[in-house]
């Protein structure tokens, strides 16, 4: 079977190609020469073609059985989508449908950003969808509606975050629980929706070996980890992870308006913009309750702005009394050294640890719905099969 990766010099595509060459005959495809420096100096034999545009996909895709589309185009200057962008990513999904073989599957990368509000809490207000997952959700329905046109089996994955050994989220991860100590803004048994590489292989390799029903499926490690199993996988045998899982009064308080206010509480959530018009066509019965809103939202702004700045004090006054209480002990200690007294090693001393503080968007994320594809293979399973033997230079 001839499987092309559209992409596979991104970070997802790359760690694919060393995965999937020893089950399938692999073809990466590159948009340009540099993008395939890499793979070509690992052996792969890369094919360079915009598939964006229909005479190079034409050459590239036609003799494939099955494609996956790793690729998602932006603006280079902004680093956002502009409608070029967006035409680009359109094109290469007709192309791909249009120009692979008959009957051929082919495999898309979505996003946990298609979901609303209650999933990714954090993407938007009024349960609109963030530009980006905008954008996927569209490609996603233009996927769904070329495929069948062209009669192709087609596999949509929603993904959030990506971990491998050539993913920047896993670096980021190793580096963070590297420290002695680490404070993390979660409870260790919530659930996280990250999935490893090698299980986006198994699915990949699982859909085309099996009669699975196409459409689109949401993608997590199997079993899904918890957030404490992501920590214990990648923190240093020394490093001390401590959980900081009770909700402080602002984010209960915050709680009790979001659910108990409706409508008008989400209005004023939201950017200022939404609000001028809202007052400017609403009734006139509507503006005692938008004024009772707008002055309890002024009000608690400003009691958690004098808090969040008493707090800041505090901090700041703790640390600079631990810094001279440690200055100090040094001072004595190295003192009692140079004078060759015995000297017991202050507590301070013996207790200093490299300590952060680890908060990311995603852990107010919730679980991510199905459907999910069935018998996939445990996880860690696969984890222990394959990590050893892929290996990228970082320098």
């Known amino acids: 079977m001839k499987l092309g990766i559209i992409g596979a010099n991104s970070n997802v595509g790359t760690e694919l190609c060393f995965l999937l060459k020893n089950n399938v005959e692999l073809i990466p495809i590159t948009r340009n020469k540099i993008g395939s420096l890499f793979l070509n100096h690992h052996n792969f034999t890369c094919r360079v073609s915009d598939v964006s545009n229909e005479n190079d996909a034409l050459e590239s895709l036609n003799d494939l059985d099955s494609v996956i589309i790793s690729s998602y185009s932006v603006d280079k200057y902004s680093g956002s989508q502009t ?5 680009v990513n359109e094109d290469i999904i007709k192309n791909a449908v249009k120009f692979s073989k008959p009957n051929s599957t082919l495999f898309y990368f979505s996003t946990i950003n298609v979901f609303p509000n209650d999933i990714v809490p954090n993407s938007s207000n009024f349960k609109i969808k963030s530009s980006y997952g905008k954008e996927k959700t569209h490609l996603e329905k233009l996927l769904l509606s070329e495929s069948k046109k062209n ?26 629980l590297s ?34 029903t ?10 899904q980890w918890t957030w404490k199993n992501v920590f214990d996988y990648y923190k240093k045998s020394k490093t001390i992870i401590e959980y900081e899982s009770k909700t402080t009064k602002q984010q209960k308080n915050q709680l009790s308006q979001k659910t108990g206010n409706g409508l008008f509480w989400n209005l004023l959530k939201s950017n200022k913009k939404h609000i001028k018009p809202f007052l ?21 702004d400003a009691i958690s702005s004098i808090n969040n700045s008493k707090s800041l004090q505090l901090d700041n006054q703790k640390l600079e009394s631990l810094r001279i209480r440690r200055y100090q ?53 696969l984890l222990d099969a394959h990590s050893k033997n892929i290996s990228f230079n970082q320098s």
Do not use: W
């Open 83 to 87: 409608r070029s962008s967006q035409k």
């Open 179 to 212: 420290n002695d100590k680490v404070l993390v803004s979660i409870s260790p048994e919530k659930i996280s929706n990250i999935v490893h590489i090698q299980t986006i292989n198994d699915a990949i390799m699982k859909c085309l070996e099996n009669d699975y």
């Open 151 to 176: 009669n192709k089996r087609i596999f949509i994955f929603r993904i959030s975050q990506v971990f491998g050994e050539n993913q920047p989220r896993t670096h980021y991860f190793r580096k963070i």
């Open 214 to 223: 196409p459409g689109i499926y949401s993608l997590v490690n199997n079993p």
């Open 329 to 381: 002990n040094i001072k004595t200690f190295l003192n009692n050294i140079v004078h060759n007294q015995n000297f017991k090693i202050p507590e301070e001393l013996s207790e200093l640890e490299n300590t952060v503080r680890f908060n990311i968007e995603e852990f107010s994320f919730n679980p991510i719905p199905g459907p999910f594809l069935n018998d996939l293979s445990i996880t860690q399973k």
């Open 280 to 300: 400017y066509y609403a009734s006139t019965k509507f503006e005692p309750q938008i004024k009772k809103k707008l002055a309890e939202k002024k009000m608690l």
